[in-house]
């Protein structure tokens, strides 16, 4: 089956430490974003990209990183400089155009 | 401003009722509207998607869309605890960005 897929679903990540959320996808998607959701906030846009090796941020890019070097995969570097990363992450795809989203299942990343 | 507006809630119904979830936006040049369910802890899948200004129905969902007021609109008919989750419209901009309303969490009690 076609679909995508989020790895961890929980992580967990000391203050000052880096981590990688993993986000694959087999629909031959060209496109791929990932989201932040904050309770209360909807969906806010970290980084997209709508072809391989190349990528542009969203709306709150600050302290986060990503790379796309397969068009299968767009893994997200949170890093230390990201000020309050505990958050639910979602990834998506989509082809180019006007179609919806297909998303993860999201990773839930905790600070302790 | 935002430019998609959407009600938090929650909107808590009974089972067997029709519920309303609505949207407003105030970008003239959206031309696609969706709706997507989010379950707790899960990603948002999509629901429905329609293009033109009127209605388009599926099941117990009716999506409707009002160009001139800038609004949409999904109904679910009978609604079920099975429902229950955040309902999130969304559009695309003109690079095909989805953007997305802050969702409005849906509870039917049985």
């Known amino acids: 089956d076609g679909g995508i897929t989020q790895s961890p679903k929980y992580l967990f990540r000391k203050e000052g430490q880096n981590v990688t959320l993993s986000c694959e996808q087999n629909l031959n998607h060209d496109a791929m974003y990932w989201y932040r959701q904050d309770p209360g906030q909807g969906l806010r846009l970290i980084y997209y990209?709508?072809?391989?090796?190349?990528?542009q941020k969203g709306d709150i890019a600050e302290g986060y990183s990503v790379s796309r070097e397969k068009k299968e995969s767009f893994p997200l570097t949170v890093t230390s400089a990201q000020k309050n990363p505990t958050a639910f992450y979602l990834c998506?795809?989509?082809?180019?155009?006007?179609?919806?989203?297909?998303f993860g299942s999201g990773t839930r990343l905790t600070v302790v | 401003q935002k430019e998609v507006e959407q009600d938090p809630g929650p909107l808590s119904v009974p089972e067997g009722a029709i519920v309303s979830l609505n949207c407003t936006y105030s970008?003239?040049?959206?031309?696609?509207f969706m709706w997507y369910r989010q379950y707790s802890r899960k990603g948002p899948e999509l629901l429905m998607y329609t293009y033109s200004s009127g209605n388009k129905e599926d099941g117990r969902f009716t999506a409707q869309v009002d160009k001139s007021s800038k609004y949409i609109s999904l109904f679910i008919r009978d609604s079920q605890p099975s429902d229950s989750a955040t309902y999130l419209c969304a559009m695309p901009d003109s690079s095909y960005k989805l953007i997305f309303g802050s969702g409005t969490r849906l509870l039917v009690r049985p």
């Open positions: 998506a795809s989509s082809p180019q155009g006007a179609d919806g989203y297909t």
């Open positions: 990209s709508q072809i391989v090796n190349d990528f």
């Open positions: 970008n003239s040049a959206f031309q696609y």
